[in-house]
């Protein structure tokens, strides 16, 4: 099983808004809803921000949010704020039911 | 509050096998799969398999089945990662974390360091 693809870096300024692309295949993201997304900070473990493509969890800010059309998922953070800061990666069930992770990409907040 | 609390760093030799520890507390540990991801230094994510607590089934990650076994004991909510026939690839940060559905994970462990070294 492949990785999903992302960008490996996206930068924006405080404010302003940026998109995380995760591109995967009809074996995975293209089959199921099952798309999530995870911020990890440095040294620490990830944090759950988006599931089931566009579900938050609570507590999650609604700056993020997330879609899918066909076998690419993405992940929107409005209002950029330094502290978001981090790496993101989204992962996908399979339908051989066992999940992939994407790459990662590290976003810089300028 | 739901907490997921893994046991310490490992320094393995080549060959040898290491067990990782995960104990749940704050929720129904049966209601909850637990899946287990991997981060090797510098790294992403990759998941390793998962565990249904209620029934016992596991999935593995293709690359590692047949080296990889995860239990757990419902008797004290804890999970349990096996790895076997160790290299230095395998070197890496350890996570379990609580699966709520759809390949979803919403609670961490802190993370084992396991360092597979001559």
């Known amino acids: 099983q492949s990785a999903l693809t992302q960008p490996a870096s996206v930068s924006g300024s405080p404010g302003q808004s940026i998109t995380i692309s995760c591109t995967g295949t009809?074996?995975?993201?293209?089959?199921?809803?099952?798309v999530s997304w995870y911020q990890q900070h440095p040294g620490k473990a990830p944090i759950l921000m988006v599931y089931g493509v566009s579900d938050r969890p609570s507590g999650v800010s609604n700056r993020f949010s997330g879609s899918k059309s066909g076998n690419t998922a993405s992940l929107t953070i409005s209002g950029l704020q330094p502290e978001d800061e981090a790496d993101y990666y989204c992962?996908?069930?399979?339908?051989?039911?066992?999940?992939?992770f994407g790459g990662g990409t590290k976003l810089t907040v300028l | 509050q739901v907490q997921v609390v893994q046991s310490g760093a490992e320094v393995k030799k080549p060959g040898a096998s290491v067990k990782v520890s995960c104990k749940a507390s704050g929720y129904a540990f049966n209601s909850y799969g637990i899946s287990w991801v991997r981060q090797a230094p510098g790294q992403g994510l990759e998941w390793v398999g998962w565990s249904n607590p209620y029934n016992g089934n596991t999935r593995y990650a293709q690359k590692l089945q047949g080296r990889v076994t995860l239990t757990t004991d419902t008797s004290t909510s804890t999970a349990y990662v096996e790895l076997r026939s160790l290299t230095s690839d395998d070197t890496a940060v350890y996570y379990c974390?609580?699966?709520?559905?759809?390949?979803?994970?919403?609670?961490w462990g802190q993370g084992t360091l396991v360092t597979v070294s001559s």
């Open positions: 974390a609580r699966d709520i559905g759809s390949a979803a994970f919403d609670q």
């Open positions: 009809s074996s995975d993201v293209g089959a199921y809803n099952y």
């Open positions: 992962s996908s069930q399979t339908t051989s039911s066992t999940v992939v």
